[in-house]
C-alpha cells in the first residue's frame, strides 16, 4: 500500500473509532481543545499522525493508552484489528471516497422526512442544469441544515469532492481556502495568499466536479442599515462567491444561509447559473415529526402544525413540551391559548437583532396588521412615514432575510410577516 493511501486508510480507522466510541470531531475538539480543522485533517489524511501533545489529549478523551492511538496512525490495519473498530477491508473505491469527502460540521446521520418537490427542484439545478451557485435560505430551524445533507449525501457520487464547512465562527477565508485546496490537491499551500488561493481553488473547480457547501453563512454577512454586505475583514468570501458564480467550470457552491446575500441576488437576475430556494415549512411531512414524539389526538395534529406553519424545530420543541409537560395532551396544550417557542424564540431574536431601525419599524407594523396588507396600505399607516421606494426597498430586504410572505391574490401582491415571526413580536416585542 503506498504510503499516502495508508494516511487515508488511517484516517479513515480513526474515524471509525470515533463513532465507536460515540463522539464527533466537533465534540472531540471541545474536549481536548484541539481546533475542529485540524482534527478533520486528521480523519481525512491529510495530516498523517498528531503530534505527541495532542495524541496524548486524544488518547485521554478516547479512554485509550497513547501508543494504541500511536498504532492507528502507523500501523493502521493492525492497530484496528487490536482495538476491534468495524469494517477496515476498504474497497479501493471506498478508500478514494473517503480520502476525497469532507463533511466538516455537517450533522450525521440525520433524518429528513418530505422535502420531495424541494429536492427534485434543487437535484435540476444541482445535476441537471449544473448550476455554480445555489443558494439555500429559510428562517432558523426551517430546516436548511437537513436539506442540504439530505441532497449532498444522495448525489454525493455526481461528484469527485465534497466539502462541507459551516461558518458560524466566521472562520477566515483563507482558513477555508487552505483547507479545501488540502481536500483537492493533497498540499499544504500555507505560503500563498488568498487571491492567490481563489484562483487555485478556482483551478481545482474547474479540473474537478466538486460540491462545496457553506453553512449558516448570515455569521459573515453584515448587519443592520450598513451599506456594505459582508462584515469587515470578510469582503474577499463576496469576491470567490462572485468569481465561482461568474466564471466557467463543473463544480456547485452550495449557500446556506437565513438570509440571501444581496451581491448575489443581483447576480442570480443577471445569470441562469445562480439559483436560490427560500425553504418554507414542512407540509403533510409534519405528522412524521409528531408521531415521533408520540402524541396522540391525531385529530388535533394539522391545527398544531398550522399554527406552527409547519416549521420543524418548532413543532419538535412543543411537541417535547407537550410530551412532558401536558401528559401528550395537545387538547390541554391548546386550551393555554398562547403561542409557545421555547428556546426556538433566541433564534429569531437573533434574526430581529440583524434589522436595521427601518426594517425594524416596518416589522413591528406589520406585525399589529391582522391581514394581508398592500404597499399602498403601508403608505397610508401614520406611523411609518415613508415614502414607496423606500418601503419596497424594506420589504426587499425583509424578504432576503426570510422574515416577509408575500401573497399573490386578486392580481395583487400583499404582504405579511411568516406567521412565527409575527406571534414572536406581538408575544415578546
Ligand atoms: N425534513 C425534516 N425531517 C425531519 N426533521 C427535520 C426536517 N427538517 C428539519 N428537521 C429538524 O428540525 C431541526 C432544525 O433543522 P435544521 O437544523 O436543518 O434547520 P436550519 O434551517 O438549518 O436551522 P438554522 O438556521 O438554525 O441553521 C433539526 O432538529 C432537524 O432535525
Ligand atoms: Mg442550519
Redesign the pocket.
Known sequence: MKKSQNSYLAGTIFKQLLLKKNINAYRLGQQTGIDKTYLSKLTSGIIKKPGHDKLAKIAQVLELKPSQLHAIFTKPEIAAAELNIGEIKLTQQQLIQSSRQDWGEAPDGIVCYGRVAEMAILQQWLIQERSRVIILYGLNGIG??TLAVHLAKQFQHEFDYIFWRSLWYAPSLEIILTEALGLTTRKQTSEAGVAQKISQLLFQLRQNRCLLIF??IESILATGNTTQQYQTGYQVYGELFRQIAQLEHQSCLLI?SNEKPQDLAILESASASIRSLQLQGLTTAADRLLEDKQLSEKELWHELITIYRGHPLALKIVATTIKELFNSSISEFLRQNTFFLGDLKFLIERQYRRLSDAERTLVCTLAKENQLVSISQLQAEPNLLMNCSEIIWLLDCLKRRSLLETIQENNQTWYTLQPIVKKYLNFYG
Do not use: G, L, P, S
Request: no cysteine.
Open positions: 436548511k441544515t453553512d449558516q446556506i
